[in-house]
């Protein structure tokens, strides 16, 4: 079935640091991709996505490339800022059906 | 234009007995889908409904059980608790349910099964 899977945490870094999140997938034809960000108690808010293959989805300076050779789509910024600290989801759904699979989160904290 | 809203935002239940949580969309949108968070589970899908007609189903008991109103409004129902129903529970409202549409979620609401 379909699955996701992202790099384990957690992660963490000095403001200004460059991240990445690695996330890779299995779908077949060409799912949507997207990354999810959840702060401490509250609900996920949709941070970027992209719909098909080479589409770059981009938002609050966090970029991901779906990458359909490679089956990927890696979550990166080039300098983190503290706010950044949450938890990120890679997420996909699949044509026609109707729901998202999330991978395990990844935890990040940037120290100041 | 208002977020999708979900109500209670914290509940506490005891075991056996039964609950239910309710989802209000974004004005418009028609299909409302629910997911399960826990700490050891991760993200889990529970039900989709579209036009009041449930279309896809995840894996769990039938003591989830779900349904949606004519305004979109959507509420789950889970029956004889467990202390493993114990999680966030996550709404999402979507204007049609599939993945190029997007996905908006609520705040959830937090259930605690003691």
């Known amino acids: 079935g379909d699955s996701v899977t992202q790099m384990e945490g957690p992660v963490t870094l000095s403001e200004e640091a460059f991240l990445t999140i690695n996330c890779t997938y299995t779908a077949t034809g060409y799912p949507s991709l997207f990354w999810y960000v959840q702060y401490p108690g509250e609900g996920l808010q949709l941070l970027l996505k992209a719909t098909k293959a080479d589409d770059k989805g981009s938002n609050k300076g966090f970029e991901a490339t779906y990458r359909k050779e490679t089956t990927s789509f890696h979550l990166e910024k080039g300098s983190v800022q503290v706010s950044d600290s949450a938890v990120y989801f890679c997420?996909?759904?699949?044509?026609?059906?109707?729901?998202?699979?999330f991978g395990q989160g990844t935890r990040l904290t940037i120290n100041p | 234009k208002a977020g999708v809203t979900q109500t209670p935002r914290y509940l506490i239940k005891t075991r056996g007995q039964q609950v239910t949580l309710s989802c209000s969309p974004i004005?418009?949108?028609?299909?409302v889908s629910w997911y399960q968070q826990t700490p050891g589970q991760g993200l889990q899908f529970l039900f989709e409904y579209f036009s009041e007609t449930q279309r896809n189903k995840g894996n769990f008991p039938g003591r989830f059980s779900g349904r949606q109103f004519s305004n979109s409004r959507s509420e789950m129902n889970v029956s004889t608790l467990e202390l493993g129903d114990s999680a966030l529970y996550l709404c999402?409202?979507?204007?049609?349910?599939?993945?190029?549409?997007?996905?908006?979620f609520g705040s959830g609401t937090r259930l605690t099964v003691v």
């Open positions: 004005s418009g949108h028609r299909s």
């Open positions: 997420a996909l759904s699949a044509v026609g059906a109707q729901k998202l699979v």
């Open positions: 999402a409202s979507s204007l049609a349910g599939t993945g190029n549409y997007g996905y908006t």
